[in-house]
């Protein structure tokens, strides 16, 4: 077992490796998309909301297809769609915002699968080893994101059209992932039972809405940074345009420097106090942002809130299995439409405060959200009891044994 699972995992990081690249090269070319098709400024919001409102959607028919179908056979064959809908957002004729608005559409349908499936194989992955090895699959997500980046730069530096920019990318990556796809690990979560029964257990929404608030401020404060970081720097502090695109950038390196030694914490001190810690760095990068004299100060700020926010997303997946390891992928399912929920609130919230008051103030909003998480923090520790019910108890311990906790 020890080659299959090490296998399982190594695929798996590559499959967020992959949707991490993806989904940066998505929303990088958001300029370059809006003038190829013609949107206007008014219009680019509703194509923007509709992916992950279908993304939400997606999660929650993903919900009831792992009651019959295994999730790595979601993941299987819901990326390609991922990178074939990619590639249908670069090759759309020119002006001709049906085709967008079919290809947006396909990605944000099966990327709501594809989170879902990814995380739902992550945890099970993790009960099986036994261990905390969630944070190294985000940590490989966020190096895609990196990637990605860099590689949606090259492509607008040599004003490259989308479709040279997105084909070779989908051309390495497409037959990668199927490649890897042979080797992915169900671990011992099985078909979702539709009743409570024991050693199974539902999902029981009052207990699980702890870390759905989680995630939602989680997604909120990081939808802040990428969608303000820039505007905030040059606007607010007085930078340049040039230096106003680091702050992003420096956030992506310090998310995958944080989930890079993420697990090592969390089997040192526990989820929750990694959690706790998490929230409280983030919160403070959002008050150091807020009254930041200058750029550099600025910077300061944007870097704390990556290595804050980086733990608390993986960390709320791994403990939705924990509480519901009877019933752990439509957990995960349902947890993760508040993924998407949160980012649909967090940009125009910030954008409408900062017009209305100031984005200085703006920014203590979400600071108030992440601290909030303190109070939840004890839903991370949570064991469920043996009859798979979901009741919380107290652990010392971040890694339960055997194939009863994580």
Known sequence: MT???????????????????TFALLVTRIPAIQDRYGISDGLLPVFLAAVPILAGVGS???EQLVKRIRPSRLL???????LLALLGVGAGGSGVMAELGLALAAFGLAVGALDASMNMLGVSLQRTYGRSIMLSFHAAYSLGGIVGASLAWAGAHWQLALWVSYLPVVAVLLPATLAGSRWYVDGDAGPVQEEAGAGGGAVVFKL??????????AYIGD????????????????????????????YMVTTLVGRTIGDFG????????VVRIGALVAAGGF????????????????TLLGLGLCVLVPQTFAAAGRLFPGASDAAIARLNIFNYVGFLIGSPLVGALGDTWSYRGAMLVPMVLVLVTLGYARSFAAQPDRYGGGHERPRTADVGRGSNGL
């Open 3 to 21: 080659d299959v699972l090490r296998r399982g995992r190594a695929s798996l990081a590559f499959s967020f490796f992959a949707q991490g690249a």
């Open 60 to 62: 929650v028919t993903t």
């Open 76 to 82: 299987r064959w819901s990326q390609p769609v991922v």
């Open 208 to 217: 699980l809405l702890p870390l759905c608030l989680v995630m939602t401020f």
């Open 223 to 250: 939808s802040t940074v990428s969608n303000w970081s820039a505007k905030y720097l040059k606007d607010v502090l007085g930078s340049s345009e040039q230096l106003a695109t680091v702050p992003y950038n420096v």
């Open 266 to 273: 969390v089997r040192r001190f526990g989820a929750a106090a």
């Open 287 to 302: 008050a150091v942002v807020s009254v930041a004299p200058d750029a550099w100060v600025g910077m300061l700020g944007f």
